[in-house]
């Protein structure tokens, strides 16, 4: 069964860090991008970082810039998304999705209409 599960999400106070996972099983990760989305309570989804495996190569939103890294392991068929200096805007349900070419970044936005196979989603809550 091809399946993504994310991890890692939680409680964290504000200009914390936590590193959230997403596992694949059923098929491997080489050569798709793995994109991270985030959507809060009354907001539309938005695109916050994007990894190509095939050459390593990235897409950060302006706004998590410096803060945020994505990385992943090929052994462990994982994508990692490190988030530090969580601020409140990252209050949110954090998916990661499988594109199967490129981080498709359209006038600097990340656009999730190609990304077919999506995780459940891990919570991510910030305190004051």
């Known amino acids: 069964q091809v399946q993504l599960v994310e991890s890692g999400g939680g409680l964290v106070q504000s200009g914390g860090s936590l590193r959230l996972s997403c596992a694949a099983s059923g098929f491997t990760l080489s050569y798709y991008a793995i994109g991270w989305f985030r959507q809060a309570p009354g907001k539309e989804r938005e695109g916050i970082a994007c990894?190509?495996?095939?050459?390593?190569?990235?897409y950060y939103k302006d706004s998590v810039k410096g803060r945020f890294a994505v990385s992943w392991d090929r052994v462990l068929n994982t994508v990692y998304l490190q988030m530090n200096n969580l601020n409140p805007e990252a209050p949110a349900l954090y998916y990661c999705?499988?594109?199967?070419?490129?981080?498709?970044?359209?006038?600097?936005?990340?656009?999730?209409?190609?990304?077919?196979?999506w995780g459940q989603g891990t919570q991510v809550t910030v305190s004051s």
């Open positions: 990894i190509k495996t095939s050459d390593s190569s990235t």
């Open positions: 999705a499988t594109d199967p070419d490129r981080c498709p970044v359209v006038d600097g936005t990340l656009e999730d209409f190609d990304f077919g196979t």
